[in-house]
T-cell receptor, first 111, second 115 residues
């Protein structure tokens, strides 16, 4: 089976802009979770989608949003980018909700 | 409030010897635990997991031990190989409700295996 894919792999944006990141889960997985990794905070949970519904959300401002499509592909959006949003954004898919399989991540740099 | 802690930022081991990585947690609602391996600029790779109803799970060179009373788990790698050099993350999950799809991660331990 193909693994989790994320696009783009690298992105450079300017403060105030918005960005959309994409994630394609492993075939058959309906749960998609998003995480932010930074040197200071480590891996932090953003939100989780299952069958197009957001079931859980982490402690992030409303500028961070996401959605899931009927084919389980997911996107996350960050509006009004701040310098502190520079991070590695990771998507993970799961069948059971417990064992999560991660994509390679999108490295976002905000200048 | 760090609910999952890996108190050793780094560990250095000789090839062929045992590597033991440790993890402590504080949330008694956690019922499933996982270990991931991560290389720079890549996503974490799932290694092994354990449910709270077990105290040991083994997969090849990797064994995870869970001590629920101490809220402690450990990952043993035997024998260690240079290719095992990476950052290892411990993660925990609670059942249902506000825990759907959420893994809580430790800060990671950098393992270096010397030839």
């Amino acid at each position: 089976k193909a693994g989790v894919t994320q696009t783009p792999r690298y992105l450079i944006k300017t403060r105030g802009q918005q960005v959309t990141l994409s994630c394609s889960p492993i075939s058959g997985h309906r749960s998609v979770s998003w995480y932010q990794q930074t040197p200071g905070q480590g891996l932090q949970f953003l939100f989780e989608y299952f069958s197009e519904t957001q079931r859980n959300k982490g402690n992030f401002p409303g500028r961070f949003s996401g959605r899931q499509f009927s084919n389980s592909r997911s996107e996350m959006n960050v509006s009004t980018l701040e310098l502190g949003d520079s991070a590695l954004y990771l998507c993970a898919s799961s069948f059971s909700g417990y064992e999560q399989y991660f994509g390679p991540g999108t490295r976002l740099t905000v200048t | 409030d760090q609910q999952v802690k890996q108190n050793s930022p780094s560990l250095s081991v000789q090839e062929g010897r045992i590597s033991i990585l440790n993890c402590d947690y504080t949330n008694s609602m956690f019922d499933y635990f996982l270990w991931y391996k991560k290389y720079p600029a890549e996503g974490p790779t799932f290694l092994i997991s354990i449910s709270s109803i077990k105290d040991k799970n083994e997969d090849g060179r990797f064994t995870v031990f869970l001590n629920k009373s101490a809220k402690h788990l450990s990952l043993h790698i035997v024998p260690s190989q240079p290719g095992d050099s990476a950052v290892y993350f411990c993660a925990a999950s609670a059942v249902g409700g506000t825990s759907y799809g959420k893994l809580t991660f430790g800060q990671g331990t950098i393992l270096t295996v010397h030839p």
